[in-house]
C-alpha cells in the first residue's frame, strides 16, 4: 500500500451503487489495492450455472491446491458477486465490517 | 468436476478424413459414451439461445471403455542409434545455461547406464555404482563448460574450474542405444536452461557433434559426427536462442548461425501428449461444412466433453466461409486464471471469473499452458500446440474467443446465411487456394494471431475481388508461424511492444520455424489498419458501449450497411459487458494505413477508466490511459471499397459478436451484419471512389 488509505464510507457507498462503472479517483484508487492484493487468498467467482450463478471462492496461491469455497451463497447477478467481494477485501484490508446502514 | 480430457488429431477435415479422438479418464471411469453433434451457439447465458446442438448420426456412437492415458511433460533431445551403444569409455562435453535452481532432480544428460544432473543447481552423475558431485553451484544464466569422462581410471565430472572424479569405473556410454538430453529416458527429471554443442568423444575421436545452429525449423538435429547419429526433439523446445557466442552483433539467427547453436529446454514444455485413439471418425460425403464434435457423457454425472472439429466441405457449398480464428485458440490454449499474477485482475477491471474447467487444470499441470504465461523458469511460453486436451476451446468457456464465436454461427443460423468453415490452419496451409469459389470471408470475434501466409491469402483474396468482413476485436495482431513438420504447433515471439505478458529475450526475435521476425505485425510493417481499416486500440473488460452512428454513415456507399437500421444507437445491449463495443476495440487510423477512403460509419467511445489505450500507443508511461481522458479509447466501425471490386466491413470489437444475440438476432447489430453479408455476397462490384471524394466525405 503507497498512501494511508482510509476506511472512507462513501466510497463503499459509491461502489455498491456502481460496482462497474465510472468512479472517483478516490475509489480507483482503492479499487486499485482491492485489487492488487497477493493472489494468495485472493477472492474470485467460480461459475456454477452456465445459465450464470456463480459462488465466491479463494485462490490459495499453491498450483494443484483445491479452492476454498468462501461460503454457500449462491449469486445469480454479477453486481451482488462484486459487492459481496468487496466486502470482503474491505475487512480484509481495514481489519472491520462495514457497517450495517451500508450493508 | 470434469472426470475425462480430450483431444483430436485434427481440428478441421473434409468428407473423406479419418479423425482420431483420444481420451484419458480419471480412475473410476469405467466406461463413457460417445456421439456426434453440430454446434452453433457455444454458450448457455440465460441472455442468449443456449447451447445449441443437433445430434448426428456417427458409426462411432456408443459406448467405450474408460483408461487413463499418461502425459510425457518436458521437452528433450532423444537419440537411438546402434552407434552408440558398446562404448566403454567416453567422454560427453556440452554447454549449459541452467535457468532455474530446484531440489527437483533435472536432468542434463543421460542413457541407461548414468545420469549427469543437476540438484539445487550443483552438477552430479549418478550410476549404478556411485554419485560424484560438485560443491558449488552452476551459475544461473550464465555458460558454463561441462564434460563428463569415463575411461579406465575412473570417472570425472567438470563444470568451469571445478572438478571431481571417482574411482569407480560404470559400465560405459549405454547398454541400450538411447542417449537423452535434458531430461531422463523415462521422463519426469526435465532440465530448464538451455543446452549448446552436446559432442561426444571416444578418447580424442569425436562420435558426435550435434548442431544445433541448422535446421531451426525441424524437430530433427543433425549429426555432423561420422555415424549421423542425429537427434529427435520430443515436446519442441525453443531453437533459435543466443548460444554461448551470441554478442549481439547479430539479431537474426539465419545471419550467423554460429551464435544461435543453442536450444532452451524447459521441464514445462508440452507439444504432444500422443495419446492413442480411442475411437475414429471416417468423415461422410454428406454431412453440411460447419462446426462438429464427439459429445462424450459419463453415466450418473453431469460433465459433458465436446471434441470440436471444424467441417470443410469437399467443395464450397457457400460464397461465404467463416475463419475460425484456430491460431487464436491454441494462443490461449489452456489459459489459467487461477494462480496468476496479482495484476491479473487489473487488467480485467473486475473480479475474475473461473469455470470449473479452471479447477481441473489447477489439478492437472501437466496438460500445459497457454502463449500468456511463462514457463517455471520465468521465460516465455512461446509454443503451443492443439495435441493436447484444451479446456477453453469448449462451449461454456469463459473469456473464450472459441466459445464467443459460436455467438456468429448462431446469428449464422438465425439469419438463415449459408456459410462454409474452415481454420487457420487450413489457410496457413494451402493459402488464397483455401478460398478458392469463396466471395466472402468473415473472421471470428478475436483474430489476433496470424501467420504470413494466412494474411497474404487474404490479401490475395481481396485483390482478385473478394470480401472481407471482421467481426472481431483486437484482430491481426501477432505474428506467429506454424510448424512445417508438426501440424498444430505454432510458435509465437513476443519482440518489441505490444500488449504481453513476457517479453522475448534479447536477440530472439526470429521464429525458428520459418526465420520470420516476430512480434505484432504492426511492427513488422504491416499494421492491422492496413487490411481491415482497423487495428487495436484500448482494452478493458468492465463495460462495453454501444456505437453511435456518425454522418459518414450517410454516404451513399455505406447506405446499405443501415437499410433497415434506423437506430443511431448501435450495439446498446450484449452479453458481453452489455453493448457491442468492448473487451477490446480497434481504431480507424490513417497514419497506420487506414485507407484514405475509408468510411468510419459508426464510433463507439464513453467507456470507464478501466479501457486503457494499448501500450504501443503510449509514447512514455503517462496518466493519459483510461477512456475518460484518452480520445484513442475507441471502436471505429468501418467500411471500404477495395481496387478490385471487393469490399471491408470492420466492426472493431471483440463484443460485438456477443451482441448480435440481442432481440433474437434481430438488433441493429444483428441487421448491420446481416447486410453487409448480404451485400458482400452480391456480385454487383464496388467501385473504388476518387481519393479527392473519400476526404470531402470524411470531412463532413
Known amino acids: 500500500m503507497c498512501w494511508p488509505l482510509h476506511p472512507d464510507l462513501a466510497l463503499a457507498a459509491e461502489f455498491r451503487a456502481c460496482p462497474l462503472g465510472h468512479h472517483s479517483p478516490a475509489l480507483q484508487r482503492l479499487l486499485r489495492v482491492f485489487r492488487t492484493l497477493p493472489v494468495a487468498g485472493k477472492h474470485a467467482a467460480l461459475r456454477v450455472d452456465d445459465r450464470r450463478a456463480w459462488v465466491i471462492v479463494r485462490f490459495n496461491g499453491v498450483k494443484g491446491q483445491p479452492l476454498e469455497r468462501v461460503s454457500d451463497d449462491v449469486f445469480n447477478d454479477w453486481n451482488a458477486v462484486e459487492w459481496a467481494v468487496f466486502r470482503l477485501r474491505w475487512r480484509q484490508v481495514f481489519g472491520a465490517d462495514l457497517p450495517e446502514e451500508i450493508v | ?700
Open chain 2, 1 to 700: 468436476m470434469r472426470q475425462l480430457a480430450s483431444y483430436a488429431d485434427r481440428i478441421s477435415a473434409k468428407p473423406g478424413d479419418r479423425v482420431g479422438f483420444k481420451v484419458s479418464c480419471d480412475p473410476g471411469v469405467a466406461a463413457y459414451r460417445a456421439d456426434l453433434v453440430r454446434l452453433w451457439c457455444l454458450d448457455d447465458h440465460r441472455d442468449g439461445p443456449g447451447l445449441q446442438t443437433e445430434a448426428v448420426v456417427a458409426a462411432f456412437a456408443g459406448d467405450y471403455p474408460g483408461r487413463s492415458q499418461p502425459v510425457r511433460l518436458g521437452s528433450a533431445m532423444e537419440v537411438r542409434h546402434p552407434g552408440l551403444a558398446g562404448h566403454s569409455w567416453f567422454s560427453l562435453t556440452l554447454s549449459v545455461f541452467p535457468t532455474l535452481h530446484s531440489a527437483a532432480v533435472q536432468v542434463i544428460a543421460a542413457t541407461d547406464l548414468w545420469q549427469m544432473r543437476l540438484v539445487d543447481g550443483r552438477l552430479d552423475c549418478v550410476t549404478a555404482v556411485g554419485r560424484l558431485a560438485l560443491e558449488d553451484p552452476l551459475p544461473l544464466n550464465r555458460w558454463t563448460e561441462v564434460a563428463l569422462t569415463l575411461d579406465s581410471e575412473g570417472l570425472m565430472l567438470r563444470a568451469g574450474g571445478q572438478q571431481a572424479s571417482a574411482l569407480f569405473v560404470p559400465d560405459g556410454l549405454s547398454e541400450d542405444d538411447v542417449l537423452f538430453l535434458a531430461d531422463a529416458p523415462e521422463g519426469g527429471a526435465g532440465f530448464f536452461g538451455k543446452l549448446a554443442r552436446p559432442r561426444l568423444w571416444s578418447g580424442a575421436e569425436c562420435l558426435a557433434t550435434w548442431d544445433f545452429s541448422s535446421r531451426m525449423g525441424s524437430i530433427t538435429v543433425p549429426d555432423r559426427g561420422p555415424q549421423a547419429m542425429h537427434g529427435r526433439l520430443i515436446n519442441m523446445p525453443l531453437r533459435a536462442v543466443t548460444g554461448p557466442d551470441w554478442d549481439g552483433s547479430a539479431q537474426d539467427w539465419r545471419v550467423r548461425p554460429e551464435h544461435y547453436d543453442a536450444i532452451h529446454f524447459h521441464a514445462d514444455d508440452l507439444a504432444d501428449c500422443g495419446w492413442q485413439d480411442d475411437f475414429a471418425w471416417e468423415v461422410p460425403p454428406s454431412l453440411p461444412s460447419g462446426l462438429y464434435a464427439a459429445r462424450l457423457r459419463i453415466e450418473g454425472s453431469d460433465l459433458t466433453e465436446y471434441i470440436p472439429v471444424w467441417l470443410r466441405p469437399a467443395r464450397p457449398e457457400a460464397r461465404a466461409v467463416f475463419l475460425a480464428s484456430s491460431a487464436t485458440y491454441m494462443a490461449y490454449a489452456n489459459y489459467r486464471v487461477m494462480n496468476r499474477s496479482n495484476l491479473y485482475e487489473m487488467y480485467l477491471g473486475q473480479v475474475p471469473e473461473l469455470v470449473p474447467d479452471d479447477l481441473y487444470l489447477n489439478l492437472h499441470p501437466e496438460l500445459g499452458d497457454s502463449l500468456y504465461t511463462t514457463h517455471a523458469d520465468g521465460s516465455g511460453m512461446a509454443i503451443s500446440s492443439r495435441h493436447r486436451p484444451i479446456l477453453n476451446m469448449r462451449p461454456n468457456a469463459a473469456l473464450s474467443a472459441f466459445a464467443d464465436d459460436g455467438w456468429i454461427l448462431a446469428f449464422l443460423r438465425a439469419q438463415q446465411i449459408g456459410c462454409d468453415v474452415l481454420t487457420d490452419e487450413d489457410l496457413d496451409r494451402e493459402g488464397v487456394a483455401a478460398l478458392d469459389g469463396y466471395d466472402l470471408v468473415l473472421t471470428g470475434n478475436h483474430p489476433e494471431y496470424v501467420s504470413t501466409r494466412m494474411w497474404d491469402a487474404l490479401v490475395a483474396h481481396l485483390d482478385r475481388g473478394g470480401r472481407l468482413i471482421y467481426l472481431g476485436g483486437n484482430g491481426f495482431y501477432w505474428r506467429v508461424a506454424f510448424h512445417t513438420e508438426m501440424p498444430g504447433v505454432i510458435e509465437l515471439r513476443r519482440a518489441e511492444d505490444g500488449s504481453r505478458p513476457w517479453d522475448m529475450e534479447p536477440g530472439a526475435y526470429y521464429h525458428a520455424f520459418t526465420g520470420e521476425y516476430g512480434g505484432m505485425w504492426r511492427r513488422v510493417g504491416r499494421p492491422p489498419q492496413r487490411l481491415l481499416g482497423v487495428g487495436f486500440s484500448a482494452s478493458g473488460f468492465d463495460l462495453s458501449r454501444p456505437y453511435d452512428r456518425l454522418p459518414a454513415a450517410d454516404d451513399p456507399r455505406a447506405a446499405f450497411l443501415f437499410e433497415g437500421v434506423p437506430e443511431t444507437v448501435i450495439g446498446a445491449a450484449g452479453i458481453a459487458g452489455g453493448g457491442a463495443a468492448g473487451q477490446e476495440i480497434d481504431r480507424h487510423d490513417e497514419a497506420l494505413g487506414s485507407p484514405p477512403h475509408a468510411l468510419i460509419v459508426a464510433r463507439a467511445t464513453g467507456h470507464t477508466e478501466e479501457m486503457m489505450v494499448t501500450k504501443e500507443d503510449m509514447p512514455a508511461a503517462n496518466y493519459m490511459i483510461g477512456a475518460p481522458v484518452n480520445p484513442l479509447c475507441r471502436a471505429d466501425m468501418v467500411f471500404f471499397e477495395t481496387g478490385a471490386g471487393g469490399a471491408v466491413f470492420s466492426t472493431g470489437s471483440i463484443a460485438w459478436a456477443a451482441s448480435l444475440p440481442v432481440a433474437a438476432f434481430d438488433g441493429p447489430t444483428a441487421r448491420i451484419t446481416a447486410n453487409a453479408i448480404r451485400r458482400f455476397l452480391d456480385p454487383t462490384p464496388f467501385v473504388l471512389p476518387g481519393a479527392g471524394g473519400a476526404r470531402k466525405v470524411a470531412q463532413k
